[in-house]
């Protein structure tokens, strides 16, 4: 049912006009269910007031797949149904590498969880699902549109730049874990700087690569993205009743909303991390997933990590449940 749907809304070519209809809709209903939830959620009333962040996160997803069919007259995910559903999972557990580091970090708390474990740990999921979609697809719709169009630097030739990224990712990845209170920031670059040289020696996409030869408006698209989506995020985070709540160490000042004001700036390069961490998947799958065995073990490999992670979330990042 879930791919005949999306299947539905890529249409046929005959269909055009048909297709268009449904980009307009999908476009034009999200304002309206953004407007509803937010009102259910100020009144309390339920589902909007627990779950008012899924009414905010799918359907701008489904708006943004709607801008760029009208902008290029083509889908991204509804074209793809099934990579769709490996985006959704592998968004699913690339955020939930990011929670395991706040096991250590304590950077942050959900509070006002909802107390059945089947239904939260569903929420978690379906959550965390929207990560990759909404990034990326907001960086293609702003690439469609036209931005940055003409955005070009001076083409480096920086020959031996993967170990010296490889480095400093390390670096990024350990300094968090032994001096949390004031390395914590470096998570968010720590797996841009690890997997963009793999990447690129593995002949996949490299952000890095296409910045040396002049390449900027991908950079600059997902930067605009990384932005566009924390503040999205947040303003949808401090009227709900199940929510997140910050509890930096350092810096924990002059919130908007949830978010202390400079940690909006976390959110350019997690953007691009999130772009890197797609790149290596789709490295995954070309190089390493080629047997349906291989993909089958993988997955089930990543639905027992998100067992565990839900679990210890629930033990050490719930602050209270509803």
């Known amino acids: 049912m879930f791919l005949n749907f999306f299947r539905f809304c890529a249409g046929v070519k005959e269909r055009s006009p048909l297709r268009k209809f449904t980009a307009y809709l999908l476009i034009t209903a999200p304002p309206l269910i953004w407007a509803t939830a937010l009102a259910g959620a100020l009144y309390g009333l339920e589902p909007f007031s627990s779950w008012l962040y899924f009414f905010a996160w799918w359907p701008y997803i489904l708006m943004l797949e709607g801008l760029l069919f009208l902008f290029q007259e083509k889908y991204w995910m509804f074209n793809r149904p099934r990579e769709l559903l490996r985006l959704l999972g592998w968004s699913v557990t690339i955020w939930l590498v990011f929670e395991a580091f706040n096991l250590v970090l304590g950077n942050w708390r959900y509070a006002g969880m909802l107390p059945q474990w089947g239904l939260r740990w569903l929420g978690y999921a379906l959550a965390f699902a929207t990560v990759l979609p909404g990034i990326l697809l907001t960086a293609r719709v702003l690439a469609a549109w036209g931005a940055w169009k003409e955005a070009k630097g001076p083409v480096r030739g920086w020959a031996s730049w993967q170990p010296l990224f490889l480095i400093l990712g390390a670096a990024c990845f350990i300094l968090p874990l032994t001096l949390p209170r004031y390395a914590f920031p470096l998570v968010w670059g720590a797996f841009f700087f ?129």
């Not at 978010?259 to 390493?288: H, I, Q, S």
Request: hydrophobic letters at 50%; charged letters at 15%; one cysteine or more.
């Open 194 to 322: 690890l997997l963009d040289p793999i990447n690129d020696l593995l002949t996949g996409t490299s952000l890095t690569r296409r910045w040396l030869a002049g390449e900027r408006r991908e950079t600059y698209c997902l930067l605009a993205a990384g932005l566009t989506c924390g503040i999205w995020w947040e303003m949808w985070n401090s009227p709900a009743a199940a929510k997140w709540v910050y509890t930096l160490p350092v810096l924990n000042f002059g919130k908007i909303f949830e978010m202390p004001v400079l940690g909006y700036l976390g959110f350019l390069p997690f953007a691009l991390e999130c772009a890197v961490m797609y790149n290596f998947y789709k490295v995954l799958e070309e190089r390493v997933l080629v047997t349906p065995r291989r993909r089958r073990w993988f997955w089930l490999g990543q639905l027992a990590y998100w067992l565990a992670m839900f679990a210890a979330m629930d033990m050490w990042t719930v602050i209270f449940y509803q």
